[in-house]
């Protein structure tokens, strides 16, 4: 019976080693026929194809970097058919088995951050190309997205730089435009599709293929190799500290740490080392670095300085120090220009543009000739603009000291100022062989509230309207007089007071003679005479009083009159009215 059965063992472990060995030729030739890798093939024929023979026509980088595409699309297919007999690897595997497509990934990032005309075809096509990485996926915890998704999010990463090849060809070359649309079809929808129809949930390895594991690492060639211990200290020192993290735990660690000195490990600081006794540092900053920090603010940033025309419609003048020959020739009415962070240059603009934006510039002059739409001034400081041309609008915005020059054909412009100052606007005078006239714009208004609105003046500093008010001496009455100046009440004082004083004083201060007898004589005259004019304001008080009277006892009796004649009239009236009533009746009934 025992025999039998190690018979048929026998039996099945030959026909099972046959079954291994011939089986993996026929393997790799079933994985090439199946439909998931032809269809992959397909893939290759039609959108890769497309696109090289697009970038055939370009040459130069775009050729280049498109036949890394189509290596890498060869890589992965190599990949899908290594995936049907080989088991799915663990981290370290994954990295090794993808080696030969990550290479091609390093290869395309390479070349898209070479310096060329062609920057956006590289960068397009180096991050579309990481959708490959799709058959890294192993499930949700791998921290990718889904196989679908993973291909759109990274056209869409790449689609930025795709649109801005079909901006800028768009009308001049029409290879570049077909390249770029070749491209997105190549990963949507060809790669899309594919994925979606055949691994969207990740590639299918198989269960009892072939293991790839991460190769071990060897020491570095040239490293000096680790001392060999005897064995013999080796084992004793293990058998000791076992023996002791076994008995006594922590307490074993607590007295290690207490049995050395706290400051063992510290170094000693000796006397020149010490800050107070270092030359090379003093307690002092010298005059030069004052210099630098006043010439260069902290936290400014300056880029480099820049001229050019991007994507044909805006001319861009960045970071230009002291130039003071720049010059723009070529324009277009279509074209605008942006000068930034410039200082203490001059910018020439030869021919009509669209606008014109002046933004955080110090001490820069602009010289135009037309503007379309507006001239910008925007968070400048000392800037000087001379028009030659037309210029519809002018916008000063946050501006501190502007001077703006202006032509004959630029007078009718609309000058804008918002929280400006400094702003002078110099304009051609009528004499031709004169100067120009300068006009300073207000920055300061006085607002009042009028008619149940406010109103907004400018402020004059050529002088102000005041009012002139005379004082009448002994009385609280005052007249109005002409305007112009502001009298004090107390300043102006009548002749006949002045005289009064100084002859008071007069006879206080002088010694008792013949003179101040006269003077005394003086001083009771001018009193009986001011007696006089007051006793002549009584008078003319009493006859005014008297008027009045008279005008109130006239007005009463007229108008007693008046209603008097008024009430008999009405009686009369009525008297007469039923005389006549009576009348009409006797007729009536009489017949």
Not at 312 to 338: A, F, H
Not at 410 to 436: R, Y
Not at 490 to 501: E, V
Request: with cysteine.
């Amino acid at each position: 019976m025992d025999e039998n059965l190690l018979k048929r063992l026998e039996v099945a472990v030959v026909r099972l080693e046959s079954l291994s060995g011939g089986s993996q030729p026929q393997t790799v030739a079933s994985a090439s026929s199946e439909p998931s890798i032809v269809a992959f093939d397909d893939l290759i024929a039609e959108y890769v194809g497309k696109v090289s023979a697009a970038a055939e026509k370009i040459g130069g980088h775009v050729k280049d970097i498109t036949n890394v595409v189509s290596d890498a699309f060869r890589v992965q297919k190599e990949l899908l058919v290594e995936i049907k007999r080989t088991q799915k690897p663990d981290a370290g595997g994954m990295a090794e088995f993808l080696k030969p497509l990550n290479e091609k990934l390093t290869e395309a990032h390479m070349k898209a951050g070479s310096h060329s005309g062609f920057s956006n075809h590289l960068k397009s096509t180096a991050e579309s190309l990481t959708a490959l990485a799709w058959i890294a996926y192993t499930g949700k915890d791998c921290g990718m997205s889904m196989p679908i998704g993973h291909v759109e999010e990274c056209w869409q990463s790449a689609e930025f730089y795709s649109n801005k090849v079909l901006v800028e060809y768009k009308n001049k070359d029409s290879n570049h435009v077909e390249w770029a649309k070749a491209l997105k079809e190549l990963y949507v929808p060809g790669l899309r599709d594919y994925v979606k129809s055949h691994y969207p949930l990740g590639p299918v390895w198989s269960a009892t293929g072939v293991t790839v594991t991460a190769p071990s690492k060897s020491s570095k060639p040239g490293a000096p190799a680790a001392p060999n211990l005897p064995s013999s200290s080796f084992a004793s020192s293990s058998s000791s500290s076992s023996s002791s993290s076994s008995k006594q735990g922590m307490a074993a660690v607590f007295q290690e740490i207490s049995s050395k000195p706290v400051t063992a490990g510290l170094k000693k600081v000796t006397n020149d080392m010490k800050t107070k006794n270092r030359t090379d540092r003093g307690g002092f900053v010298s005059s030069g670095v004052k210099e630098v920090n006043k010439s260069v603010p902290s936290g400014a940033k300056v880029g480099p300085p820049k001229l050019e025309l991007v994507m044909g419609r805006k001319w861009v003048v960045e970071y230009q120090i002291g130039v003071k020959n720049l010059c723009i020739d070529e324009c277009d009415p279509k074209q605008t220009v942006y000068i930034f962070g410039c200082k203490d240059s001059v910018l020439q603009i030869k021919g009509k543009v669209n606008n014109i934006t002046v933004d955080k510039c110090t001490k820069m002059g602009v010289v135009f000739t037309d503007v379309v739409a507006a001239f910008e001034i925007v968070n400048c400081s000392s800037i000087e603009v001379q028009c030659q041309g037309a210029a519809p609008t002018i916008s000063i915005d946050n501006t501190a000291g502007c001077q703006l020059y202006l032509s004959k054909d630029s007078l009718g412009s609309s000058i804008t100022t918002s929280k400006a100052s400094e702003v002078n606007v110099m304009v051609p005078s009528e004499d031709p062989n004169a100067d120009l006239v300068e006009h300073a714009l207000p920055h300061q208004y006085i607002h009042t509230h009028q008619d149940g609105q406010f109103v907004t003046t400018p402020v004059s500093h050529s002088g102000g309207v005041s009012e002139c008010r005379d004082y009448v001496p002994k009385t609280n009455s005052y007249t109005e007089s002409k305007p112009g100046c502001l009298t004090s009440n107390n300043a102006q004082k009548t002749d006949s007071d002045l005289g009064n004083k100084a002859k008071c004083l007069t006879v206080n201060n002088a010694p008792k003679t013949d003179a101040n007898m006269e003077i005394k004589t003086r001083c009771l005259t001018v009193n009986n005479a001011q007696k006089t004019n007051s006793d002549t304001g009584k008078k003319n008080k009493t006859d005014c009083l008297t008027v009045n009277e008279a005008q109130k006892t006239d007005t009463g009796m007229g108008s007693k009159t008046n209603c008097v004649t008024t009430d008999m009239s009405l009686y009369y009236m009525a008297a007469l009215l039923c005389i006549i009533f009576a009348m009409v009746v006797a007729f009536m009934l009489s017949s």
